[in-house]
């Protein structure tokens, strides 16, 4: 099966997502694809069979997305703890992957003319070999696209994502590419797999589970969640327009929400650098005793501006230090994925 079909909506269907379309529209939408299994068993038929209607109904669900101009979709294709499921399911599950991913490569010319970029996250060295060819190749040839993205989380947990985010920084302080005051929120959340991502806006699991089951927990701290009691196979194009809906209803507080983090973000980034600054006094109050100023007035005026100075200097310095720290981390990250595609001829 294609991973690009046709969009196949009602009238009755266009005609209400184009008035979805008049309110805001999210741009990342995060789907755990969740009731393949049961959906399986409910029908009586092997579970790979219940997989593969889930990848049949991702299909239709990045249709659905992309016409909806939603720029980004992460799906939660695979968990790290899924591998403590029967070593039958799961050699069948990384079939599909193989057969699916493989048939994206096959897909080469749709994806140049959609400019669809395709990514993986998750610890992708825990998958077989011959799986990270296949992914890794998808990647290199999608990598230098931005007009869609689709996020493939497989071998994934958000708790693992983060600890390696925390272990990549640890190493960039030991090998004093930033400093361990460097270290917060900001630089936290650009050191994980989504930092070239927009915001998740919103994102829907099925099968009623009401839980996040480790995935994105990051991400989603600020994202309008859904969830509907419909298997994945069974979700329905009328599922998704209610969770943007649920999305426009709540976006005025959620907006609202972001606005205040980065300004607190921002905010506590100038408090460290004035500390900073107030840590090394010494060293400014010498540069002044050297300027040879007697009078009080002049010399507080001049302390007040070398300090704004310093405090601007330390900004910069950090956000320079930073910067450099996560092109260095991503150019890492992509020549993981290079190194394995060009591997075999």
Known sequence: ????????????????????????????????????????????????????????KLVEALNWCFTMGIKEVSV???????????????????????EKFQRLLNEKEKIDELKVCVRFFGNISLLPH??????SKVVEMTKNYNNLFMNVCIAYTSRDEITMAIRDICEGVKKNNIHLSDI????????????NSYDVDLLVRTSGE???????????????????????????????????LNYQLNFDQIHKLKISLKNRIENDLQTSCKMFVIENRKELVDKLKNKGIDDQEDLQ?????????????SIRQHKDRSQSFLDNLNSKRDSFFHQIATSVN
Do not use: C
């Not at 917060?184 to 994980?192: A, P, Q, R, T």
């Open 1 to 56: 099966m294609t991973w690009f079909i046709n969009d196949k909506r009602t009238w009755t269907q266009r005609v209400f997502g184009n008035m979805l379309l008049n309110g805001p529209v999210p741009k990342h939408v995060a789907i755990i694809m969740d009731g393949n299994r049961r959906y399986a068993k409910v029908r009586n038929i092997k579970k790979i069979e219940g997989h593969i209607s889930g990848f049949e």
């Open 76 to 98: 939660y294709a695979f968990s790290i703890e899924n591998f403590k499921r029967s070593q039958e399911e799961v050699d069948a599950l990384f079939d599909l992957a193989r």
């Open 130 to 135: 011959d799986l990270q060819v296949i992914i």
């Open 184 to 195: 917060n929120e900001n630089l936290i959340e650009n050191s994980l797999y989504t930092n």
């Open 210 to 244: 009401v839980r996040l089951s480790d995935f994105l927990l990051w991400q989603s701290s600020f994202s309008v969640l859904t969830f509907v009691k419909q298997m994945w196979p069974e979700f329905s194009i009328w599922n998704f327009y209610m969770a943007i």
């Open 301 to 313: 005026q001049l302390a007040k501006h070398v300090a704004n100075e310093a405090i601007e200097n």
